[in-house]
T-cell receptor, first 111, second 116 residues
Framework: DAGVTQSPTHLIKTRGQQVTLRCSPK?????VSWYQQALGQGPQFIFQ???????QRGNFPDRFSGHQFPNYSSELNVNALLLGDSALYLC??????????FGNGTRLTVT | DQQVKQNSPSLSVQEGRISILNCDYT??????FLWYKKYPAEGPTFLIS?????DKNEDGRFTVFLNKSAKHLSLHIVPSQPGDSAVYFC???????????????FGQGTILTVHP
């Protein structure tokens, strides 16, 4: 049973560019949440998707957007990249009140 | 505004002894608390959780204690093993409206090193 899978594992982008990160949830999970983890910090909540809609959002600008597909997979898009967007981006899936299951993340470097 | 704080960046313990990791929170709306463990190059892995209606929850070598009046929780690992060496994150959720616990607020993490 595959857990949460994220792609790509690493990515290097230039300031001002746009990036799309992808996530496939654990089998049986229908809710996907995205987190940003800066170096030396805990993960910070970006937003959560359920039934293809954004259900909750953290304190992130509109440059961060997402999408959930009918098969529950999800994408995180970041426009107009800034140097400060360099971080590990974690996707987590859940079903009902189950604890979040995290993927191994995508390491984004903005130069 | 850091609503969940882990004030000890690191902790070093001898194998077989007890490891105690601490976490403080400020938001009185938090009603569900979790501990996650993270190895390098991997995502966080769920360890144990506790609801605010309880003050203790045990799972094998792991026990979480919650002191609501002090807004403090702790994770006890007994006995500690070298394989427990990892970063431990405390997280909290306010389950407003009965939604799932997707929006977690994490602490900064504590690096636990267990020496053989």
């Amino acid at each position: 049973d595959a857990g949460v899978t994220q792609s790509p594992t690493h990515l290097i982008k230039t300031r001002g560019q746009q990036v799309t990160l992808r996530c496939s949830p654990k089998s049986g999970h229908d809710t996907v949440s995205w987190y940003q983890q800066a170096l030396g910090q805990g993960p910070q909540f970006i937003f959560q998707y359920y039934e293809e809609e954004e259900r909750q959002r953290g304190n992130f600008p509109d440059r961060f957007s997402g999408h959930q597909f009918p098969n529950y997979s999800s994408e995180l898009n970041v426009n107009a990249l800034l140097l400060g967007d360099s971080a590990l981006y974690l996707c987590a899936s859940s079903f009902g009140y189950s604890p979040l299951h995290f993927g191994n993340g995508t390491r984004l470097t903005v130069t | 505004d850091q609503q969940v704080k882990q004030n000890s960046p690191s902790l070093s313990v001898q194998e077989g002894r007890i490891s105690i990791l601490n976490c403080d929170y400020t938001n009185s709306m938090f009603d569900y608390f979790l501990w996650y463990k993270k190895y390098p190059a991997e995502g966080p892995t769920f360890l144990i959780s506790i609801s605010s209606i309880k003050d203790k929850n045990e799972d094998g070598r792991f026990t979480v204690f919650l002191n609501k009046s002090a807004k403090h929780l702790s994770l006890h690992i007994v006995p500690s093993q070298p394989g427990d060496s990892a970063v431990y994150f405390c997280a909290a959720s306010a389950n407003a409206g009965g939604t799932s616990y997707g929006k977690l607020t994490f602490g900064q993490g504590t690096i636990l090193t267990v020496h053989p």
